[in-house]
Structure formats: C-alpha cells, structure tokens
C-alpha cells in the first residue's frame, strides 16, 4: 500500500518520504533541512562509512539532535529540485 502511495509521488516529494521513513524525521524537521546541512558524500564509501550523520536544528521541542540516514539516501538529495 504505501508503495504505491509514493510510487505516485514526485521526485522531491518521493525523497521527502524516503527522508522520513529511513530517519524517522517529522515532518517539521524535513521542511527545515537545509541542502547546506546534509553533508557532501563525494568519494566516501558505503562500506567505510554507510550512515551519514546530520545534524537538525528545527525539532520538536526546539532540541537540537542528529539523525544518521544512510549513504545511498544523502546521495540522491541533490537529484530532487
């Protein structure tokens, strides 16, 4: 069922769901990431490091915390406009 809910989803919005279920980031926390704040990946291998770590500044509760998506998720944040 829900794949075929985010099978009709644009890019952007498809990667805003991914975002959401693979970090267990709100929905607040999605519309506040900044592109500045998901680091650059460049030559980094999954197999060294396969959980990227970001850190959110607009939460629930105004605390600051971290989520760790993995490699193959931060990758494609640049492809969605």
């Known amino acids: 069922m829900i794949r075929r809910i985010v099978a009709t989803l644009g890019a952007r ?11 267990g980031m709100r929905r607040m926390e999605i519309a506040g990431l900044s592109k500045a704040a998901v680091p650059r990946t460049g030559a980094v291998e999954f ?31 640049g492809s969605a406009s």
Do not use: F, H
């Open 13 to 23: 919005d498809r990667l805003m769901a991914e975002w959401a279920a693979m970090t």
């Open 47 to 77: 197999a060294s490091m396969p959980l990227v770590p970001v850190r959110l500044d607009t939460t629930k509760g105004g605390r600051i915390r971290q989520v760790y998506p993995p490699l193959p998720l931060v990758d494609r944040n």
